[in-house]
């Protein structure tokens, strides 16, 4: 038994072209079994077309555009429904043998440009390997970088590792999820990253969250706290902030600013719990 | 018009299992239009049951299998027929502006754990700005490589990435890759990894090379020049040596030897040139 | 023969203290056989009690202060006479053979935190070895830095090591004496670095050089040549930004603003030149 | 009250020289107050003179040489008279306050190569910020070193640093050493490295402990807790590996071999204790 909540989303980037340059925006809601598009919008000030790009996986909707020199906003609004299936019955899901993983889980073993998992063999083994195998392991990873991991804008930027996070012991969301992910890897478990809106965070902005290939299916992680799982409308998966970042763009175009508005239209009831949401 | 040319492949991988663990092999030829598997034999010394796994992309095939203490021996015997078609008229295959990129694609564009391209935005502009975009630009990058990097076994090791390479100005032909496809995305150009068989190589072994989209198609190359291009047999493709690497295994399982054969089967004229070669 | 120069100094420091912390500042003006301090004045805004650190080679002076939570100002007033030396007659001073080097010379041949010269030895015998050794080989590093690092304050940060700084093709003055005497360094020749006052700089700031030991003395090169070195001010000299920065400090204790002044009090005429100006 | 002890010390080094080359060696024992040469020879193979450097702090004995191409072996025995003085009443002696500390402490404040302590402000807070100031806090954190850092040679190389080891979990004494000095820099405590020959060490080799200044004095630590303290003979200290490395030497010099014999001569009671031993 799943519940059902519907989200409205408002978006404006506003970028400023020195000369003429290419965006490749990554700010549309996805299309899955369990979240979908009711109605949606995708413009600019500029009246330029936009092309999308959905990867084959379908975990990520890019649209891009070349614009001519000068301002550019990027308007995205849209409603989406999403279905939240709590942890139904099978509250501790767990680790699957390698060799039973589906064939498209594989490459989430292994180490990324911001997940250098390879490196922390070692140290995931001794702090989280005598944990029950499963949800409770992920459950303490989360736990541990909570309490160890300063929350605090500013500290990293776009370049930041989750290595260079675990020895700053600080970061923003994106850091929390990186190193999420690259304790599990250095584990044997899968895990990606996740983009999304979210519903309730406070200072309105792009969040993100990691998600764990557990039993069959993939489980929704976030160790920041700052907003409810139930709430995140996913734009982006990937294997970290590099393939989902928000804007690819030409050295020619610079950001600007941002405005991001997410209300609940449903008044449906919450099935929020401490274990993992799967969306 | 097009070459072909068949291969015999013989591999033999040797393990040591410590405990009861588990190993992901990246080792069987993949099967794409332009490589055709005629037969094909995978098997071990303990007589176990592989799981074939061929990512969605059918860039790579693993073979995994769980396997109790002991030793154990693999072997990977292959007969392979290889279409080469050489830069057919179009010998300066040009960039493709980014909004036009297949979205299969997209993904090459972003950095990955062996090559921060982002880190070296400013470097490549540089260094490879100037020269003509495409072909021309991926050959300078190639060149400057196969000049400034002393390729030197034993140097680097599977942690090495392409800016520790850059600044150690050494490695090996996984070292070459990694660099090659670093600059190509930092100048935004989509550039993945690949692994391969490759005839003609001294002191047989898993080779590595890279790809860059340029027009329509990836186009190959190779910026150690130790073997001729035409005798890559692809087991892999990938962001880097990270998605396919030739063993993902248990820290209960150690790697003891490896032997490679590769044979050329026909004599086939060979339309090899300086130019770049697609597969 | 060499001509005098005399320059004030005006500093003002503004630090804002959260709660009870110290500070270790290094902006006087350093005492040695050419560099004089003809009056001098160290005072801030509490009345607190300074103490004087003179570390044992007298190539730094340190002012420690212990002060209670608010605001504080520390102000520094100095005149002070230098000797200018220039290249007289040896313009070519050459590298000293390691066994021959002054004892307290031989610390500067070593890596240190910002200056991985141990990481650079094959990058800096590629790039510099064929140069002729001795100061021509430094002035050939000095070039190399100014024509290939771009001045770009902000882009980088109180850990920013050479290394980095040379992969990302940008930084300031700190960065670009980083890298020389990294470069230096990976190369045999022992440099260190010199922080000082610099009458001329543009936008007047605490200013970064490195000197190199060649024939019998120390020789002072700027790579980002932004203002002439016969009005370089010594505050410190040491094996990097770390041990010379301006100001060590509690956690508690937060950086508000700066004003610095610099003036000509003689209008001695210039002796300087191309080559490499001691002092 | 300190007890005497009395060692001998026989090494042979043996190095291969491809073309003329020099080194620069750091196998002396030190003459300090509390530690006397009464005998020793340094000699080599070839009969070559050596040029004695001793660092202005005598901290370092360095014996340079300048070697033709060929063979060379070299030869140090002495014997040392040690004064070994536990920790005399005050069994826990306090952190310092950085305005009190001596010119030639400071310098012990900073980052250095391998040790870089601005890098771990907040972890070491963190992590050992609420324990008692002074010999309890480093004894905590050579416990946590002693205990989650895994002592196995060969994982880590020259070039590893005290970050990398504490993200790696392993290493030896060297980079426990590096780790044990950058906490301490890093909560403001002067921590100095230390190189000696070390009575009672398994698999004769030169060992690396480490240093803090509390209250008026340096006081040794060892988190490998691999040979007794009493039993260091020492022959170098310095902000890290990087200037009390054991040989420097020219590209065209190779490391072949290394014997070190050390023996203690007197039978002198031990005053041996869990607590800081100085010397």
């Known amino acids: ?35 979908r598009i009711l109605t949606e919008s995708v413009s600019n000030s500029r009246g330029i077309k936009f092309r999308e790009h959905v990867v084959p996986e379908g975990t990520t909707r890019f649209h891009g555009l070349a ?16 279905d939240i299936s709590p942890a139904r019955g099978s509250r501790n899901p767990p680790e699957s043998p390698l060799v039973d993983l589906p064939s498209g889980v594989v490459r989430y073993l292994y180490p990324s440009r911001y997940c250098e998992s390879d490196k922390l063999v070692r140290l995931a ?3 989280f390997g005598d944990l029950a195998p499963g949800h409770e392991r992920v459950a303490g990873i989360c736990n541990w970088i909570h309490t160890n991991i300063d929350y605090q804008p500013g500290i990293t930027d776009a370049h930041t590792s989750a290595v260079e996070c675990l020895t700053l012991r600080a970061g923003v969301c994106r850091d929390f999820a990186h190193l999420g992910i690259t304790f599990c890897r250095a584990l044997g478990i899968p895990a990606r990253y996740g983009c999304a809106y979210a519903y309730g965070l406070q200072q309105p902005d792009f969040h993100a969250f990691f998600e764990v290939w557990l ?12 907003a409810p799982q139930y709430g995140f409308i996913r734009v982006g998966s990937g294997h970290d902030a590099a393939d989902t970042s928000v804007a690819t763009m030409s050295a020619s175009v610079q950001f600007e600013s941002m405005e991001i508005q997410v209300e609940k239209l449903s008044a449906g009831r919450v099935h929020y719990a401490n274990g993992p949401v799967g969306f």
């Open 125 to 127: 083994a001794k702090s």
């Open 215 to 226: 039993g069959d299916r993939w489980w929704c992680y976030d160790p920041t706290r700052l």
């Open 67 to 82: 614009a001519p020199a000068g301002g550019l906003e990027v308007f995205y609004e849209a409603e989406v429904e999403r």
């Open 1 to 35: 038994m799943s519940t059902t909540h519907r989200f409205s989303i408002r978006t404006r980037l506003a970028y400023r072209i020195e000369q003429e340059g290419w965006l490749l925006l990554n700010m549309a809601a996805v299309k899955t079994a369990s979240q």
